[in-house]
């Protein structure tokens, strides 16, 4: 039967040769395939001002049914989904702008490592009053980042924490072989 090719966008395979590829890949089937995949991940904003862009489609607010699907030129849209979607960029704007949102849920891994390497310099020179203040607040923010990663399912080894009692280790174990 020979080689087939598969193409994730369609979710469909056919025989892989030059000509069929070039057919698939040029098609219109494809196409609308690739840029529904790729509409999946644009962010609210872009979406808001394409739908407040077009029309409403008189067919689907007559029957809650359009034959041309999401392909549609028109707005498929009701008045109370354009408003959740004005409500939900608008909470997405004040998580990028405010400093608030922005130390608590979106720490991420990298902004914390650098953020303690940069008190390490400072609580080795002075180590006076503050010392319990700044303890407390270095354990509740490694607690969150360590409650997060443990969240992922499926860690790898290298991320997974110690057991309690430590890792056991042969002491006849030759290393580097």
Known sequence: MGRRYYCDYCDRSFQDNMHNRKKHLNGVQHHRSKKAWFDRFRDTA?????????KPCRKFLQ????????????????????????????????????PKY????????????????????????ERVEDEDEDEE????????????????????????????????VDMNTEWGR
Not at 46 to 54: C, F, M, R
Not at 109 to 125: F, Y
């Open 46 to 54: 872009a979406i808001l001002q394409d739908e407040q862009a077009k």
């Open 63 to 98: 029957t809650g049914v359009c034959g041309f699907g999401p392909s549609c030129r028109f707005s498929h849209m009701s008045e109370e989904e354009m408003e959740h979607l004005k409500m939900q960029m608008e909470e997405e704007r004040c998580r990028r702008e405010d």
């Open 102 to 125: 922005r130390g608590s849920a979106a720490l991420g891994v990298e902004e914390w490592l650098t953020r303690r390497q940069k008190r390490k310099p400072a609580q080795s020179s």
């Open 137 to 168: 607040e270095e354990d509740q923010t490694e607690i969150d980042v360590i409650q997060r990663l443990l969240s992922i399912g499926d860690l790898p080894p290298s991320l997974r924490p110690p057991p309690p009692g430590g890792w056991k």
